[in-house]
């Protein structure tokens, strides 16, 4: 047969049926079963419970393993909270004031309350290291910001 570009790296190679779309370097053979799986998640109900009751099957023999991944990794777990909250503004369903509940479904919902009603008053911006005097500053909540 001719060769073929590969689906998953673009380098051609030469296929050894018709129906063969990926070469056998592992990162296309990767591609091309993760792929597999995507389609068949999607398209097969029995198959996506089954593998949602291995999961959960795996998960419960090792309770620990998202806590240490997280540990492991703390820039995809502070990306992960980031991306987190962008999903869950995207998913409130409209802005009704500051006291709306923005985050529900995440454990911490008023984790920002504190923070906010703490900064708001009167204080004196005091300069460190510039050389400047220390100035005086009004923080207030703008009606309607999200925060
Ligand atoms: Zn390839």
Known sequence: MDPI????????????N???SYCSA??????RKALWQRQKLAN????????QLSNNKWLANNP?????Y????PEKAARNCVLQQIRNRAKAPSDKGLD??????????????PLVNGLLGEFWLVPKIAKMDAVKIFIAAIPGDPG
């Not at 570009?5 to 050894?16: D, M, N, T, V, Y």
């Not at 097969?44 to 593998?51: K, S, V």
């Not at 620990?64 to 240490?68: H, P, Q, S």
């Open 44 to 51: 097969d109900p029995e198959y996506a419970q089954g593998q």
């Open 18 to 20: 018709i129906l063969q």
């Open 70 to 73: 997280r540990s492991r990794n």
């Open 26 to 31: 592992p990162f296309c053979q990767r591609a």
């Open 100 to 113: 709306t509940p923005r985050h529900v479904g995440i454990a911490k919902m008023d984790a920002r309350k």
């Open 64 to 68: 620990n393993y998202w806590k240490g």
């Open 5 to 16: 570009p590969c689906l998953g790296c673009s380098i051609f190679f030469k296929p050894r």
